[in-house]
């Protein structure tokens, strides 16, 4: 039986033809893939490198662990922080690094870590020498089942929050020594002012009973004004009161005072309506005081006008007052409500350069703050803006 050849057709030709096309198409396309892949690999070892090298660098020790807790890397800070190389940590469970007392008071939460909580804990890390210091430990773990941990030496935190809270004692003695000295001699003239008035044969004209409630008001006030000055210095904040202050009432106060002084400068003082406030109200009227006062002082033009004008804006309200003297140059602005700052106005003038950040204080004691701006129709306008809530219960 004898078997022929097929013979090899023009259309076998073409199909060869075309899937030799295909293959080389094909091949083209995976050398292009590989091509991408090897750039890919590349950019992503540049860029592993790079984080490498910022870990490397960081000022925190950074350790990663695997899932048992064993130490599997540890930068350069590590090193330095614990006291130990790098070729030391390696291996070692990082809860030995703390001191003996410390995983049991405060074990390492695993538990917390496997549950995708980052932890966070201040505790002591014994060093290579034995010594201890006071650090602050973040830890997470990674999709992968690792986990990483940043650690920060807090000895010089530790030292300064001493240093503050030295200081803070300090002034709180240094408070109540002056609350003391300031209470002395208004108790003085409040006394004496009794036993004047109950002195046998005493019977002052209309102008001296004046005089002498304008006299028992002001010591009154300045009592309350420090008691008030005094819990802002110790905690940050007055208690509100329970009634918002009559705000309207306390402004007219302080005119009454300011009358003399208003009228030897010439000008005038007007308001539109003002909201209660949930502030002290003998705050409130320090607040009016020394910024009118302020105006009285270093923006005194004859004739011209004070406004006082008030905004209200959901839970807070603003309070500006305008005048019509110099205005105050931006760079002083920086300053001016700094404790004890003086502008070039102000070096011929009376005042003690605190009349402004007690106001500011007391801005930002209820959530709130005081600034100047320029006043569009010359001179300046300040702002004292406040957190207006009731007291919480």
């Avoid at 008071?105 to 034995?130: C, F, I, S, W």
């Avoid at 910024?291 to 270093?298: A, K």
């Avoid at 011929?348 to 004691?365: C, D, M, T």
Wanted: glycine letters at 8%; aromatic letters at 6%.
């Amino acid at each position: 039986m004898s078997s022929r050849r097929r013979a090899v057709t023009g259309e076998d030709l073409s199909k060869l033809r075309d899937e030799n096309r295909q293959l080389c198409s094909e091949v083209k396309r995976l050398e292009r893939l590989l091509a991408e892949k090897d750039a890919a690999f590349e950019r992503l070892s540049e860029e592993e490198s790079r984080c490498r090298e910022l870990v490397e660098l960081a000022a925190d020790a950074v350790f990663k662990g695997d899932h048992e807790g064993r130490i599997t890397a540890a930068n350069r800070s590590a090193t330095l922080l614990t006291g130990y190389s790098c070729e030391e940590l390696l291996g070692r469970e990082l809860g030995t690094l703390f001191s003996s007392q410390e995983p049991g008071n405060h074990p390492l939460r695993y538990d917390l870590l496997k549950a995708g909580q980052v932890v966070q804990y201040e505790r002591m890390l014994t060093r290579r020498d034995g010594s201890t210091v006071s650090i602050w430990m973040n830890s997470r773990m990674m999709p992968d089942g690792t986990y990483h941990t940043f650690i920060r030496n807090n000895t010089e935190r530790k030292k300064l929050e001493e240093q503050l809270l030295t200081l803070v004692r300090d002034l709180e003695a240094y408070s109540y020594t002056v609350s003391h000295d300031l209470k002395n001699p208004l108790s003085a003239i409040l006394g004496s002012l009794e036993i004047l008035k109950s002195s046998a044969g005493f019977q002052p004209d209309e102008r001296c009973c004046e005089l002498f409630l304008l006299i028992e008001s002001s010591a009154e006030g300045m009592l309350a004004l420090i008691e008030n000055l005094l819990a802002l210095a110790r905690t940050g904040k007055a208690d509100r009161p329970e009634q918002a202050t009559d705000t309207g009432a306390v402004v007219a106060g302080v005119l009454e005072n300011l009358a003399p002084q208003l009228e030897a400068s010439g000008m005038t003082v007007e308001m539109g309506g003002l909201p209660q406030l949930h502030l002290p109200s003998v705050l409130v009227g320090q607040v009016f005081h020394n910024l009118i006062v302020n105006s009285l002082l270093y923006a005194a033009v004859p004739g011209t006008t004070i406004s006082i004008a008030a905004t209200e804006e959901e839970s807070r309200v603003r309070l500006s007052f305008s005048d019509r003297g110099a205005g105050i140059n931006e760079q002083e602005r920086l300053k001016i409500f700094d404790m004890h700052y003086r502008g070039e106005q102000a070096l011929n003038k009376g005042g003690s350069g605190l009349g402004l950040a007690i106001v500011s204080k007391i801005a930002r004691s209820y959530g709130g703050r005081a600034w100047v701006e320029d006043n569009p129709g010359g001179g300046s306008c300040f702002f004292f803006e406040v957190l207006n809530t009731p007291a919480e219960d």
